[in-house]
């Protein structure tokens, strides 16, 4: 693991899911970890494994990110952090037509999911441009590259984040600091089990979307953000990295491919 010692991060949802694992892999790689959420008794939880996980020190900022007032409240009290990361969204999940005037929807998908980074950026970034270093990672995800039609307003916040990933890499380079985003596909957290049909596991749904027959783990999530935000790699930045197990690599659905032949071993002598 690289070692993120002498590095202050902040992490944004991060009372469960991937910004739970996120937060505590930072604590364990050596950073001191400021986690914020509107759930504090995750935090709460947050805290007490990264204490059982022999981890750094961490500080817990419960807030709202929906309002760039609330935002800002957050940045303030989180202080001075090396490391941000954007990793809080929403994702309602609701199915419906792009024609529909649902201004509740589009306000908030982009309220939190590109007003809240943003603000952030502008609240914590100039402290870290006056230090000369520092890392921003934006979660985004593979809705912005392959969105779903009937969820129009999730996808557009993520491209559009990604889009502000990059312009602000371009201008904060020759300043020191780094922003990349990562765009995640189906992984492994309480939202997709949640979200799943009745009689539909996780492991169906990899072994049907994925290329490696299984959705993504957290804990390689929580790795590749360790990675980004480590002296180790100091070049790379404006870029989008995808952990989506290759499903936008092309086009791949193990239950149709299967029926067609594809998806089975061709090797010379293969039974399979």
Not at 89 to 97: I, N, V
Request: charged content about 20%; proline content about 3%.
């Amino acid at each position: 693991m690289f070692s993120l010692k002498g590095k202050r991060a902040l992490v944004t949802g991060a009372s469960r899911g991937a910004g739970f694992g996120i937060a505590k892999a930072l604590a364990v790689a050596g950073a001191e970890v400021v986690a914020t959420a509107r759930n504090e008794e995750g935090l709460q939880n947050l805290c007490r494994e990264i204490e059982a996980a022999g981890g750094g020190k961490v500080a817990i900022v419960p807030g709202d990110l929906a309002t760039r007032t609330g935002a800002r409240d957050v940045a303030r009290r989180s202080g001075a952090v090396d490391v941000l990361i954007n990793n809080a969204a929403l994702a309602t999940g609701k199915s419906q037509s792009l024609l529909v005037q649902d201004d509740e929807l589009w306000d908030l998908e982009f309220a939190l999911n590109v007003i809240a980074p943003v603000t952030l950026m502008q609240s914590l970034v100039p402290g870290m441009v006056q230090r000369g270093r520092g890392v921003v990672i934006n979660i985004s995800s593979i809705a912005a590259h392959r969105p779903n039609p009937q969820n129009v307003p999730y996808g557009a916040s993520k491209a559009a984040l990604e889009v502000v990933s990059r312009g602000a890499a371009i201008e904060l380079a020759p300043k020191g600091v780094r922003v990349n985003a990562v765009a995640l596909g189906l992984t492994d957290t309480e939202a997709l089990h949640e979200g799943l049909v009745k009689g539909i596991t996780v492991e169906d749904v990899g072994r049907m979307f994925a290329p490696i027959g299984r959705v993504t783990k957290v804990s390689e999530v929580a790795a590749l953000c360790v990675l980004l935000a480590s002296d180790e790699v100091a070049a790379i930045t404006g870029t989008v990295i995808t952990m989506d197990g290759g499903i936008t690599a092309g086009t791949y659905d193990r239950a149709v491919t299967g029926a067609i032949g594809f998806g089975r071993d061709m090797t010379p002598g293969s039974k399979k």
